[in-house]
């Protein structure tokens, strides 16, 4: 199971760390995603981190503003999401991957989303 | 922007067939897995395909996948109106070394 939290209405410019705990899954052994959906959009993929947490990738829309880690002794994956607009408004999913590393496509397991809102 | 094209809609009436086909390149479908996932608003997002053709324990063999080159197809069978929801395809892309999604399809049991 993957339990998102740390949404909420943001102002313009802020940040915020999104979680997400896990649940009867060995996390350590597992990549995980974030992806966001926009409200009336479809699917954006935003990050990915290794089962160790030592190789991470960043879509070009939160490159350079985010940062994606994971506590693996904690189960927890994170997303640090700075300098936000209300374009970042969506709601936001963890998504497990197949394997450890190299992903191939391989999204097995989605969480419930958390709403993220910017505005002032 | 999404780098897969899917259909907007598809629609069939109960216990009919249905396909939903994901169109991408050689640097995503072409060479890497794909899942699909189902949208129902309310719900959380369900993998109902990964690994082109596996079903996750819980979804029906009504639904099957394949791929052929660089698109990916879903077919569910025997339409019942709970199957209705969006359906989404993903993969990876190796050029952009990013995850990739199709645009989406509503599918409407009638």
């Known amino acids: 199971q993957l339990v998102e939290s740390g949404g909420g209405v943001v102002q313009p410019g802020g940040s915020l760390r999104l979680s997400c705990v896990t649940s009867?899954?060995?996390?350590?052994?597992?990549?995980m995603h974030w992806v966001r959906q926009a409200p009336g959009k479809g699917l954006e993929w935003l990050s990915y981190?290794?089962?160790?947490?030592?190789?991470?990738q960043y879509a070009d829309s939160v490159k350079g503003r985010s940062t994606i880690s994971r506590d693996n002794s904690k189960k927890t994956l994170y997303l640090d999401i700075n300098s936000l607009t209300p374009e970042d408004t969506a709601v936001y999913f963890c998504?497990?991957?197949?394997?450890?590393?190299?992903?191939?496509?391989?999204?097995?397991?989605w969480g419930q989303g958390t709403q993220v809102t910017v505005s002032s | 922007q999404s780098v897969l094209t899917q259909p907007p809609s598809v629609s069939a009436a109960p216990g009919q067939k249905v396909t939903i086909v994901c169109s991408g390149s050689s640097s995503n479908i072409g060479n890497n897995d794909v899942s699909w996932f189902q949208f129902i608003p309310g719900t959380a997002p369900r993998v109902v395909m990964y690994g082109n053709s596996k079903r996750p324990s819980g979804i029906p063999d009504r639904f099957s996948g394949s791929k052929s080159g660089a698109s990916a197809t879903l077919d569910i069978t025997g339409l019942q109106t709970g199957d209705e929801a969006e359906y989404y395809c993903g993969t990876w892309d190796r050029s952009l070394r990013a995850g990739v999604f199709g645009t989406g399809t509503t599918l409407t049991v009638l």
């Open positions: 998504v497990k991957d197949l394997y450890g590393w190299n992903p191939d496509g391989n999204f097995d397991h």
């Open positions: 009867g899954m060995t996390f350590r052994v597992f990549g």
């Open positions: 981190i290794r089962d160790n947490g030592r190789e991470v």
